[in-house]
Nanobody, 130 residues
């Protein structure tokens, strides 16, 4: 079983930066695809970024050029570096792991059918003020 714990959330002013971390148990670099999702009040769950075992990445259009996802297998940690933050980035951010998934599937709305098969963290709150 894979367990994930997010950290690094907090409050920041618009234009600022924040780095989220996802500590992973039983991290298998060559097999797992990891993603960051966010949920804001009144909005649907949104796939923000994902990275697969080969290091390929994908991003939501709304965060391209501002967010960067990375992974460190030695530290069993997945990161989301967020820069140029906007108030609309305010949300609860969740880390998820898919043992067999692909980046494109993980971020695509049709991929929601596979969410019950993912491992999920408890989330960390990010609040961006204007």
């Amino acid at each position: 079983q894979v367990q994930l714990v997010e950290s690094g959330g907090g409050s920041v002013q618009a234009g600022g930066s924040l780095r989220l971390s996802c500590s992973v148990s039983r991290y298998t670099y060559s097999y797992y695809c990891f993603g960051w999702f966010r949920h804001a009040p009144g909005k649907e769950l949104e796939g923000v970024a994902a990275i697969d075992g080969d290091g390929s990445t994908g991003y939501a259009e709304s965060v391209k050029g501002r967010f960067t996802i990375s992974r460190d297998n030695r530290k069993n940690t997945v990161y989301l570096q967020m820069t140029s933050l906007k108030p609309e980035d305010t949300a609860m951010y969740f880390c998820a792991a898919d043992p067999t998934g692909r980046v494109a599937t993980m971020l695509h709305p049709n991929g929601q059918q596979f969410h019950p098969l993912y491992y999920w963290g408890q989330g960390t709150q990010v609040t961006v003020s204007s």
